[in-house]
């Protein structure tokens, strides 16, 4: 007799008694259970799926199994002829998951002539220039700095990548105006640090500078 227990947790992550499409071990075994036993919902589904193969029992392939796990053939049955190797040799032929190892020479060499034009237009392509605008304060020692002289100075600074803009006086109190300029810089050749050490070598005339404000373009 058929263990349906056994049988029944065999086919909860399986559809068939063997391999992956019904055979004689489906038909044996179908017909030792003989009706779909409803307390064993997942022998009772394959039973009733196994039931719509009944025309076609005598012509389904044959399929290795343990016979002891569900039970013996009767006596005088012929055993399941077990499948043909050789089919089993196309099936596997038909899947390739991993590709051949005999790969096409001219298809490998068009796809490296692509690879390395890809490669080549990409290096080509010009970068995207980053640039900042910053709001730049200059503060004097007192009212009677010559601003004038102080962004004359100022402005004689040149570094690549950056350009001065406007400038205007802006009170701070006590009579004393702050120069506040605005500037473009190209963010990966200007530092603006090195830019305030270089305004505030001008000892003269500049006290302090500060970055007021800064914005991407």
């Known amino acids: 007799m058929v263990d349906l227990k056994q049988l029944d947790q065999h086919l909860q992550n399986n559809s068939y008694v063997d391999a992956h499409n019904p055979s004689q071990a489906d038909v044996f075994v179908y017909k030792q259970v003989g009706s779909a036993p409803a307390q064993y919902q997942n022998v009772s589904r394959w039973f009733n799926h196994i039931s719509t193969f009944k025309d076609q029992f005598d012509v389904l392939g044959g399929g290795a199994f343990a016979a002891s796990l569900y039970g013996s053939a009767p006596a005088g ?45 990409k290096s080509k392509k010009p970068k995207t220039v980053q640039k900042s605008v910053v709001t730049f304060d200059v503060k004097p020692w007192d009212n009677e700095t010559d601003m004038k002289k102080l962004e004359e100075n100022m402005r004689s600074i040149e570094i690549d990548g950056l350009t001065w803009g406007l400038s205007k006086l802006v009170p701070v109190g006590y009579g004393v105006n702050k120069l506040q300029v605005t500037l473009v810089v190209e963010d990966e050749k200007v530092g603006l640090e090195e830019l305030q050490e270089q305004v505030e070598a001008d000892e003269d005339h500049v006290q302090s500078t500060d970055i007021a404000a800064m914005q991407k373009l």
């Open 77 to 121: 049955s012929a055993p399941a002829a077990p499948a043909p190797a050789a089919e089993s040799k196309e099936e596997d032929d038909d899947v390739d998951l991993f590709g051949s190892d005999d790969e096409d020479p001219e298809a490998e060499r068009i796809k490296s002539e692509r690879v390395a034009m890809y490669n080549e237009k």
